[in-house]
């Protein structure tokens, strides 16, 4: 979930006149990064080690 202060502080940078596509895309990318922060401090990650043998499962 978004934090109104990332969002607020992100559409601070926007320049005066800007798309709503911009705006969708940008708010996707900052759900996308907050979620990864959370999962990385809950230790909800996998090693490198793993992700490429799952690569490698997903590829044959």
């Not at 990332?6 to 005066?16: R, S």
């Not at 990318?29 to 490429?52: C, F, H, P, V, Y």
Request: glycine fraction near 2%; charged fraction near 35%.
């Amino acid at each position: 979930m978004l934090s109104k202060s990332n969002v607020i502080k992100t559409i601070t940078k926007f320049p005066d006149h800007f798309s709503v596509d911009d705006l969708v895309d940008k708010m996707i990318l900052l759900d996308k990064i907050e979620k990864g922060m959370q999962q990385a401090d809950n230790n909800q990650t996998i090693s490198d080690e793993e992700l490429d043998k799952r690569i490698e499962e997903w590829l044959k």
